[in-house]
């Protein structure tokens, strides 16, 4: 029996038989052509070395698309955490209630503007912010941006569900939504995010319908909510 018959009753010529029957055979199974040893001191293996090289040409050129796309992924983290970052240090030394919404409402604004990459918007177009809180009080200022109402969720309708859930939601708002929060603007708006903050809601709004999605992380978006809720919370009602 030859030293490459296998367990199975299969010899070698089994083995090359197929592989003449079904010349498309390693095209489905890279790895096995990779795995080859290659008797190099014959002219007629070139075609597979060839066809080996171009297999690893191709996984390099894929494995280096990926790298590409984590690096980019990593540098956008970065700059989001340092924008988090700040936006904290910023409500941290707000000591007053208007302050602390001042704080919010500014940052986001300014920090995470709409870049020029987003096709659709104003290269630099700050974002429009609407911050809601479910209370009164006297020293709030009178601001387009401020939306104060003491009576809570069920002055929002519109925003049942979105309560319930207590998650951020990315995306095409409905238009009683953008009218509720946005008013004059809401037509300029095609795409949002929402986050719940405990005492309120915080709404970004885009000019640019790919700014915000459904597919979109929201791990940065909750530690955001997190921040505005705890600043918030530490002033009592009046």
Known sequence: MSEFSVKDGLSAMDVAGYLRRHPDFLSAFPDIALALQLPREQGKAASLASYQLDVLRDKNRELSRRLHELIEIAHENEALMVRVHTLTLALMRA???????????????????????????????????????????????AAEWLIAEPAG??????????????????????????????????????????????????????????????????????????????????????
Do not use: W
């Not at 940052?107 to 974002?127: C, H, I, M, Q, S």
């Open 153 to 238: 969720t069920v002055a929002f309708p519109a925003f049942d569900e979105f309560f319930k859930r207590g998650e951020p939601l990315c995306g095409r708002l409905q238009q009683d939504k953008l009218d509720a929060l946005f008013g004059a603007l809401a037509g300029q708006v095609q795409s949002a995010v929402l986050l719940p903050i405990g005492v309120g809601m915080l709404a970004i709004g885009s000019a640019d319908a790919n700014r915000f999605h459904p597919g979109m992380g929201t791990v940065f978006l909750k530690l955001i909510g997190e921040a505005i809720s705890t600043a918030v919370s530490r002033f009592p009602l009046g």
């Open 95 to 141: 000591r007053s209630l208007p302050e602390t919404a001042t704080a919010v409402v500014a940052a986001l604004a300014e920090d995470f503007r709409d870049p020029p990459a987003y096709t659709g918007a104003v290269p630099g177009a700050p974002l429009c912010v609407r911050l809601v809180l479910f209370r009164a009080d006297p020293d709030l200022p």
